[in-house]
């Protein structure tokens, strides 16, 4: 910043709080270290929702602009990485919905998710692990629930919050996650 | 068969077992204790959670480092702007002459400040006062990280120094306190970097 010595780890160990309150004031440094952080998981939450890393990356930036401009309505700042996964969430959907306007790209999602689960490189070599077995499973769930189950379990949102981002009560978000479990540990089950 | 049909012979239902894993709550947490069928059916979903952990895991290492190309051409593309906060008004030498600095020059300074001291970090920072009437008392609060192994107390004593210098040499405002408040204690540099999942310090 003026040359003079920093913190001896620079940001990438400064808690959460304490970037997200300097990022607040303006400090772009700040904000970039958070995004480098937690970038990773947003992308792929994105891209379990989107079903693919182009359209992915295209969700994470927008999600972190809004991030941006909405830091002040952060309340707790050490909450920043449910609050950035929740966003990611909310415009990985959004994302869907746009995409719905054009029907030739509207099954995308379903097919891109199959062939992550069928053919894409990581799943080859892991294939016959139980981590496998469950993402060909989670490719074959009915949408609604796929997507329940991505928000709570990849992006740690409660029921009202996955209701918001969904558009439908938190009862159907409640039912959808508990179907997606059911189903999900019986094949897991059978796989055993 | 650890999951059988919706309903378990107990009455119980597998949507109220999914949600007890999610909020603990459940109607008559007695019976989950005693209840084989409830039992093997949380264990079953249980195993499911640490799965899906598990998965996300290789989904997130699967996405790559924060510090790779994908995630610097998002940072390249957002262009971020900095919101300049309030104005504060500067004194002129010549009449006719407005001259002012903004608020978020004044925390960038901080920072700097905070940054250029051993040990410590600079989070947030509020002017509490009214800073756009030139000479209104102003008080400035500081969020503060201070490294293990640095005195505490020292460290915020050697930095309220530094800031009144500062912020007496690069502004106008009259600072009536400058008030420090250590939220965290920063480990120290770890040997292995954290992983992307789990990074708290």
């Known amino acids: 910043m003026d040359g003079q010595t920093p913190l001896p780890h620079g940001l990438e160990l400064v808690p959460d709080a304490i970037l997200a309150g300097r990022a607040s004031d303006g400090d772009t440094a700040a904000f970039e270290a958070l995004a480098r952080r937690y970038g990773p998981q947003m992308r792929a939450c994105a891209r379990r929702i989107t079903g693919s890393f182009a359209d992915a990356d295209d969700v994470v930036q927008e999600s972190l602009m809004q991030a941006w401009n909405q830091l002040d309505t952060l309340r707790d700042n050490g909450a920043v990485k449910g609050w950035l996964l929740r966003i990611t969430g909310s415009r990985s959907i959004d994302h869907l919905r746009r995409r719905k306007v054009h029907p030739e790209l509207a099954t995308a999602e379903n097919e891109a998710t199959a062939a992550g689960a069928a053919s894409n490189p990581e799943s080859a070599v892991l294939n016959g692990s139980r981590v496998a077995a469950l993402r060909s499973a989670l490719a074959r769930l009915p949408e609604e629930q796929r997507r329940c189950w991505v928000l709570k379990e990849f992006g740690d949102q409660s029921y009202e919050e996955i209701a918001s981002t969904l558009k439908i009560s938190a009862d159907s978000v409640r039912g959808r996650l508990a179907r997606a479990r059911i189903t999900l540990a019986r094949e897991m089950e059978e796989w055993r | 068969m650890s999951i059988p049909n919706d309903n378990l012979e107990c009455g119980h239902s597998l949507e109220g077992l999914s949600t007890y894993l999610d909020t603990g709550g ?21 195993n499911l959670k640490a799965l899906g952990s598990e998965f996300l895991g290789e989904e997130i290492a699967a996405a790559g480092k924060g510090t790779d190309a994908w995630m610097q ?18 004194r002129s030498d010549h009449p006719g002459d407005t001259l002012s600095e903004t608020e978020g020059a004044i925390t960038a300074l901080v ?30 609060e500081v969020q503060l990280a201070v490294l293990y192994g640095h005195q505490m107390i020292g460290r915020a004593s050697a ?8 912020l007496a040499r690069h502004t106008e405002l009259n600072v009536a306190a400058i008030d420090l408040a250590v939220s965290d204690v920063l480990q120290p540099l770890q040997a292995t970097p954290p992983t992307s999942e789990e990074n708290q310090p």
Do not use: F, M, W, Y
């Not at chain 2, 005693?34 to 079953?44: F, I, K, T, W």
């Not at chain 2, 593309?77 to 900095?82: A, I, K, P, W």
């Open chain 2, 26 to 46: 459940i109607p008559d947490p007695q019976h989950l204790e005693e209840c084989p069928e409830c039992q093997a059916a949380l264990a079953s979903l249980r």
């Open chain 2, 73 to 90: 051409s998002i940072l390249d593309n957002l262009r971020l702007e900095v919101r300049p906060g309030r104005t504060i008004p500067l």
């Open chain 2, 111 to 140: 920072r700097a400040v905070g940054d250029a001291l051993d040990g410590v970090a600079v989070g947030k920072c509020r002017l509490r006062g009214d800073i756009t009437v030139p000479g209104a008392p102003v008080t400035l």
């Open chain 2, 159 to 166: 930095l309220r120094e530094r800031l009144a210098v500062a």
